[in-house]
């Protein structure tokens, strides 16, 4: 009996080893996941998994990712997942950041961000430092980008809503700029089983959105800056022509860069299909088909600005500098009393000022602290969401928020509960747990209480010392990711 047609048959002509992708595109994909490093060293996160019955291998081409090749239960209710130790990220989409070269003080534009997977892989390679702007046309998945920031506490990622395709130029020059263009995204195929059988509507309009984020990335681009232009398809009108395009309409601004990984396959990209040429520098961008490394499919091409500004570049003041506030009025300001909020952290934790040094302090409404990276210098104009929540000064008595107790935690002297793992148990599912008498120290009071366990501060909680009790205070958004056990 002869088997079905593949839905892929129509690429063929451009695979090397058509049998073994066919092959591929049948077996379901891996989990993958990155370490990430400001939380933990990958070999000691590949010991605390390894000891709970997860089996992980390294990936040759991307030090401190793994792909996870037994999982005894659900990675994203491990503890050491709330804990931001590691992300969850398809290895074959990990490549566009890495060939962006991300590093520590460079301003970033991510012009399509949601749901925020690459947008965190940036922030955490830039160390917490400098900027990554995650834009997204589509406000109702902005919510993805601000947990995934938060649970692993980053402080150099400022958010904002817009069409990348317009994204105003006032926002300043960036050092590089991702597109990770809206897609067919027939690569997913794996995870996504019915993705194949989906029409794409309005498939012209496509095009033509993916051509001018492009465009838009060009001109946001600092002249020697580096864009990367990906998608998760395979369809060479969405990936070499698009690029081909604004190739030929911006010859003097735009190039090819040749790209590769050491240690990841991938194919060349293609420079005719069907009746079409294209530039012959398309052979430098990278298709990452699911048979040669056993990933989901991929597209990435690496242009480097060329050629003399469209505008002279707009400053974008960073948080620290003087000329910070008056510009960025409609935004976040910064907090007009630190020491309030450096008192406040000292009485009740015993946290020293200096965790807070060469961070800001941010403000929208006084009742809620955001803390960011110092040189982070986040847009003016879209005005965007900026820094790690830190406190809300909403309630009776101020309370650290679970991102900052997170972030802080580790410099905290009293008032921490180290729990055992039924303990921590209940208070990520958000149910009061009892204390044994040896965790109650002298020192501790009624009142918040920081939540560790195995040395990681895990979030908030609050402590009646009579009742020998603690509350949860676990948020329920990352609640309902871990498996009650
Ligand atoms: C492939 S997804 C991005 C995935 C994301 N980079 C990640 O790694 O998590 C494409 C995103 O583009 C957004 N999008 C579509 N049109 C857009 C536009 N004109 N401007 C900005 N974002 C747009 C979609 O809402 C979608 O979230």
Redesign the pocket.
């Known amino acids: 009996m002869n088997s079905p047609p593949s839905p892929l048959q129509r690429y063929h002509s451009i695979i090397e080893d058509v049998p073994a992708f066919e092959e591929a595109i049948r077996r379901p994909l891996a989990r993958f996941i990155w370490a990430h490093k400001q939380r933990i060293d990958p070999a000691k996160l590949t010991a605390l998994l390894t000891a709970d019955g997860y089996r992980l291998v390294s990936l040759d081409w991307h030090p401190g990712a793994f792909r996870v090749v037994f999982e005894p239960s659900p990675l994203g209710g491990h503890w050491t997942f709330q804990a931001g130790f590691f992300h969850i990220q398809e290895a074959a989409?990990m490549v566009p950041v890495l060939l962006l070269s991300p590093r520590p003080g460079m301003r970033i534009m991510?012009?399509?961000?949601?749901?925020?997977?690459?947008t965190v892989q940036a922030a955490s390679a830039m160390e917490n430092s400098g900027t990554v702007m995650a834009?997204?046309?589509?406000h109702q998945?902005m919510a993805s980008i601000r947990m995934h920031v938060d649970r692993l506490g980053l402080i150099n990622v400022s958010t904002t809503c817009?069409?990348?395709?317009s994204y105003p130029r006032k926002a300043g020059l960036f050092d590089a700029v991702l597109v990770?263009?809206?897609?067919s995204c027939e690569g997913t195929s794996r995870k996504n089983t019915d993705i194949l059988q989906r029409p794409v509507p309005g498939r012209g309009r496509l095009l033509m959105?993916q051509k001018r984020?492009l465009e838009r990335a060009v001109r946001l681009c600092r002249p020697g800056g580096r864009i990367v232009y990906s998608t998760?398809t395979y369809d060479p009108e969405e990936n070499e022509a698009v690029v081909d395009a604004v190739l030929r309409d911006m010859p003097d601004k735009v190039e090819m860069l040749p790209s590769s990984l050491p240690g990841l396959r991938a194919a060349a990209g293609v420079t005719s299909w069907h009746q079409e040429r294209y530039h012959p520098d398309l052979r430098h961008a990278l298709r990452i088909w699911p048979h040669l490394n056993d990933t989901g499919g991929f597209f990435a091409a690496v242009l480097q600005r060329t050629g003399g500004l469209f505008l002279p570049p707009e400053p974008s003041p960073a948080l620290s500098d003087p000329g910070y506030e008056d510009e960025n009025r409609k935004g976040y300001r910064l907090f007009p009393e630190p020491e309030q909020i450096t008192s406040l952290l000292s009485n009740r934790f015993g946290i020293a000022r200096s965790a807070l040094d060469n961070l800001c302090l941010l403000t929208r409404n006084r009742r809620q602290v955001f803390v960011a990276a110092s040189d982070h210098r986040p847009t003016v104009e879209p005005p965007p969401a900026t820094g790690l929540p830190l406190l809300d000064l909403s309630m009776k008595t101020p309370k650290l928020t679970t991102a900052g107790a997170a972030f802080l935690g580790r410099f905290a002297r009293c008032n921490v509960i180290d729990v055992d793992t039924n303990q921590l148990g209940r208070y990520l599912t958000r149910r009061s747990f009892s204390l044994h008498r040896s965790q109650l120290a002298e020192t501790n009071e009624d009142g918040h209480v920081l939540i560790r366990y195995d040395g990681a501060v895990l979030g908030v909680g609050r402590l009646f010392k009579s009742q020998m009790k603690v509350d949860s205070f676990y948020p329920k958004r990352f609640a309902a990711l871990v498996t009650d056990g």
Request: with cysteine.
């Open positions: 989409s991510d012009l399509c961000a949601a749901p925020g997977n690459k834009n997204d046309l589509r998945r817009r069409d990348g395709g990770d263009a809206p897609c959105r984020l998760c």
